[in-house]
């Protein structure tokens, strides 16, 4: 059974910094394209960043330049960094793979960016 979990969501000031975490498990984590997305209150849950198996990633617009996809094949772990954290990036945040199996998602993150 895939199982995919968040970790690292919080409370950070605009400007702040965090980290988020996505262990995997049930998986061959290294063949697969991995994804965070979030969900904003009120809003669609949308595409925030991707990692290709050998490592070419992809973000949103409104991400580019300050959050940063990455993986660690042999922890079977997604990263995101998230840098210059603004209030609208507040949202739970979802890791996700698109496995043979289906379509596997995380709980989920909150992070909450705020004075």
């Known amino acids: 059974q895939v199982q995919l979990v968040e970790s690292g969501g919080g409370l950070v000031q605009p400007g702040g910094s965090l980290r988020l975490s996505c262990a995997a498990s049930g998986l061959t984590f290294s063949i697969y394209p991995m994804n965070w997305y979030r969900q904003a209150p009120g809003k669609q849950r949308e595409l925030v960043a991707t990692?290709?198996?050998?490592?070419?990633?992809n973000y949103a617009d409104s991400v580019k330049g300050r959050f940063a996809i990455s993986r660690d094949n042999a922890k079977n772990t997604l990263y995101l960094q998230m840098n210059r954290l603004k209030p609208e990036d507040t949202a739970v945040y979802y890791c996700?793979?698109?496995?043979?199996?289906?379509?596997?998602w995380g709980q989920g993150t909150l992070v909450i960016v705020s004075p």
């Open positions: 990692i290709a198996m050998v490592g070419t990633t």
């Open positions: 996700n793979v698109r496995h043979s199996s289906g379509d596997i």
